[in-house]
């Protein structure tokens, strides 16, 4: 592992752009659990109830759960020293770029600053009549499903449900970042999500290197990988940014 990490190390030394791209696997370690897999959410909740056509039909069913799940427990998390890795890279400007499929808001507060969420964030709601938007931590959930106080209309998680499309600017930036990085380090990504999976292969079709840190083989690692750093997300950075003369505080 020492030889990879060095190995990796100096991929990142020699790139010119480079792009992180983080998945469930990162915000593990910060209590969170990734939706799919033998102990993700979607063994305990239905699915369903992220449906946009479900939550459309049978809002207060739908918030019941996202509540429970989104804003009783979740909100709870702190950052991870992988997620502080990450912000040090940025401020040093080894990385240029993050984009995360995760809606925890954990980069942000690890302090990266340009982060594309990919999937949306559920920080913010949105309401669905006349589209202002709300901090989670300003709204009161005793009464389901919240309501805007502007227009009295539905509130809803400002993340993509099934069945709604990506957000137009996160979209973009990652087509910019497949065309012009010439490396893409994954961390805790598997490759199994539509469409985001795609993007770093696209971007190893244009000639970037792959990084990836992952506690077991995925999908891109018999395929598109250039080193594999197999691990937890925190070991791996930890090492990772100490080999490249940095020191992550908490």
Not at 106 to 132: M, R, Y
Request: proline share 4%.
């Amino acid at each position: 592992m020492k030889e990879n990490i060095k190995k990796a190390s100096e991929i990142i030394k020699h790139s010119g752009r480079i792009t992180a791209f983080t998945g469930a696997g990162i915000s593990v370690e910060s209590g969170i659990p990734p939706f799919r897999g033998e102990n993700g959410l979607w063994s305990k909740y239905d699915p369903k109830y992220i449906d946009i056509n479900y939550f459309n039909s049978n809002t207060k069913k739908s918030w019941e759960i996202i509540k429970e799940i989104f804003y009783d427990f979740f909100t709870n998390a702190k950052p991870n020293a992988a997620h502080r890795a990450l912000a040090i890279l940025e401020e040093k400007n080894i990385i240029q770029t993050l984009i995360t499929q995760n809606i925890d808001n954990l980069h942000q507060e690890a302090g990266s600053k340009n982060v594309f969420e990919f999937h949306g964030t559920s920080q913010t709601l949105i309401c669905l009549d006349c589209s202002n938007k709300y901090n989670y931590r300003d709204i009161v959930f005793d009464n389901l499903p919240p309501k805007c106080s502007n227009c009295q209309g539905i509130l809803k998680p400002d993340f993509v449900f099934f069945g709604e499309s990506i957000p137009e600017r996160a979209n973009r930036q990652a087509f910019l970042e497949v065309d012009s990085s010439d490396l893409f380090l994954l961390i805790g990504t598997t490759g199994e999500i539509m469409p985001a999976c795609m993007f770093p292969y696209m971007a190893k079709q244009n000639g970037a290197k792959i990084i990836e840190i992952n506690i077991e083989a995925s999908n891109y690692t018999g395929s598109i990988t250039d080193v594999f750093l197999k691990g937890k997300a925190t070991e791996m950075m930890s090492e990772l940014i100490e080999k490249l003369g940095f020191k992550i505080n908490l």
